[in-house]
Each structure stands twice: as C-alpha cells, then as structure tokens.
Nanobody, 123 residues
Framework: QAQLVESEGGLVQAGGSLRLSCAAS????????MGWFRQAPGKEREFVAA????????YYADSVKGRFTISRDNAKNTVYLQMNSLKPEDTAVYYC????????????????WGQGTQVTVSS
C-alpha cells in the first residue's frame, strides 16, 4: 500500500519558519515528481511547490516564491518544504502528493496524497 505521510505542522508567528516533510512508503517514489499543495478554509486546494525527480527542477506558486523551498532526498524517499517569512495568509492544511505526469502544477495529475497537516500562522 503506497502511502505518503506528512510531518506535523504547527503554529508559528508571522515572520517565522517551519519545515514540513513528507515520507513515502510502500513503494519507491523516486520516479515521481513530488508536490506540495495547500487548502485554506472555504477555498480550493492550490499548488504551492513541486520538484521533478529526474532533473531536480523546482516550481513555485508566485505567492510563495522566494520564501519557500522544496527539496527531496531520494535515498530517504522524502520530500521537504522549508517555509520562511511565513504570513497569516499561509495558514492552511498542507498536502504532499506524487505524480508521474509532466504537469506538476495541476491537481488532477497527482495519484497519491498524504493526509494533510495543519499550518497556522498568527499575526
């Protein structure tokens, strides 16, 4: 059974930092691109960041560019999201996902999802 498990999120003050991790188990995800999405209350799930396995190319939503960094450790089957300079509008449930499609930004291409982890940024 393939499974993605996110680390615990948390409560952080605006301007603070937090690092999320997503560990894959049950199969090897090294051939997949990995992404992070988030969903705030009353809003749709939105793309945050993604990283390709083969090239290591990274992609970011404009809203997080320059503040968030996605990385992966294929040996550990783990992807990370380093979040700096956090803002209250970053408050959401964050999900990691795995896709083998070329579209790493679109939601529908992701075949596997983690359970989500809450990140709350206080002002």
């Amino acid at each position: 059974q393939a499974q993605l498990v996110e680390s615990e999120g948390g409560l952080v003050q605006a301007g603070g930092s937090l690092r999320l991790s997503c560990a894959a188990s049950g199969r090897t995800f090294t051939s997949y691109a990995m992404g992070w999405f988030r969903q705030a209350p009353g809003k749709e799930r939105e793309f945050v960041a993604a990283i390709r396995r083969s090239s290591g190319s990274t992609y970011y939503a404009d809203s997080v560019k320059g503040r968030f960094t996605i990385s992966r450790d294929n040996a550990k089957n783990t992807v990370y999201l380093q979040m700096n300079s956090l803002k209250p509008e970053d408050t959401a449930v964050y999900y990691c996902g795995a896709t083998w499609t070329t579209d790493v930004v679109g939601l529908t291409g992701y075949a596997y999802w983690g359970q989500g982890t809450q990140v709350t940024v206080s002002s």
